[in-house]
């Protein structure tokens, strides 16, 4: 017993002197959870994937965490974008890239499959609600915005309008060398992609990033409203108009 404690006591001083000095685990986006795991037990390693990643950006993370070759890369990300959950994931540190994919894809079905079958919520179909949700959930300044978003996401479906979504843009945009999420310029409404929502009416062909449980429930929930238009100020707060007239003027009067 007195040796467990002293090697607890041990990991926690480590741990306590890296996050003083600003060490390498800390400072590189590493959390608590994780440096004191990757610490306790040299075997496992916890991750942490935040939600609205595309796959790309999760495999990166597990490439650092468990040292891939481009195989195991290319095993993980043979999944459909949108179906990776988001959570922090204890695995072996010598898991492969099918390993830990199909975790993440067992862990989606066991999170959302039962609140969409228990809550009589298949009336939507469930590729189309993820597709939604992924739209959501990198759209949102937050988990408040998620059901207004939805109701206008749904409001453009039903009549017929394109979706203008600036995160698709940036879904088909996206390179490992100029950034998974870049900055969407006016001429960018051109692009020549099935996820431009600003050319193409409906929803893009598959989800563009992988989201959290709110979001998938906003997709399902969504408020009911007359907006069709809306914008985020410069304090992430969310303003919808029901007409193209009322959402100029208000981006006129908020970002000034």
Same mark, same amino acid.
């Given at each position: 017993m007195r040796v467990k404690a002293s090697l607890a006591w041990i990991g926690l001083f480590l741990l306590a002197l890296i996050m003083f000095r600003g060490g390498y685990l800390l400072s590189n986006g590493m959390s608590f959870l994780e440096a004191y795991q990757n610490l306790a037990n040299p075997y496992l390693r916890a991750v942490h994937i935040e939600p609205g990643l595309r796959k790309e950006q999760i495999v990166d993370i597990y490439a650092k965490a468990l040292a891939w070759n481009d195989q195991n890369k290319k095993d993980f990300e043979v999944n459909v974008e949108g179906y990776y959950f988001p959570e922090t994931y204890l695995v072996s540190a010598y898991a492969t890239g099918k390993d830990v994919g199909q975790k993440m894809i067992d862990k989606f079905n066991?999170?959302?499959?039962?609140?969409?079958?228990?809550?009589?919520?298949?009336?939507? $179909?469930?590729?189309?609600?993820?597709?939604?949700?992924?739209?959501?959930?990198?759209?949102?300044?937050?988990?408040?915005?998620?059901?207004?978003?939805?109701?206008?996401?749904?409001?453009?479906?039903?009549?017929?309008?394109?979706?203008?979504?600036d995160a698709t843009l940036q879904y088909a945009k996206g390179t490992n060398a100029n950034g998974w999420w870049p900055q969407v310029?006016?001429?960018?409404?051109?692009?020549?992609?099935?996820?431009?929502?600003?050319?193409?009416?409906?929803?893009?062909?598959?989800?563009?990033?992988?989201?959290?449980?709110?979001?998938?429930?906003?997709?399902? $929930?969504?408020i009911s409203t007359d907006c069709i238009f809306y914008f985020h100020d410069k304090n992430r707060v969310i303003h919808c108009s029901k007409t193209y007239e009322e959402h100029v003027a208000k981006i006129k009067q908020y970002l000034k």
């Open positions: 066991q999170e959302v499959k039962p609140e969409v079958t228990n809550s009589g919520k298949k009336i939507i $179909n469930l590729d189309t609600a993820v597709k939604i949700a992924s739209i959501i959930q990198r759209e949102a300044a937050g988990k408040n915005d998620m059901n207004l978003i939805s109701g206008i996401i749904w409001n453009r479906l039903f009549q017929g309008i394109s979706l203008d979504m310029l006016p001429a960018d409404k051109k692009i020549n992609s099935p996820y431009n929502t600003y050319k193409n009416e409906g929803l893009p062909p598959s989800a563009i990033s992988n989201p959290g449980l709110a979001a998938i429930d906003a997709a399902f $929930n969504p």
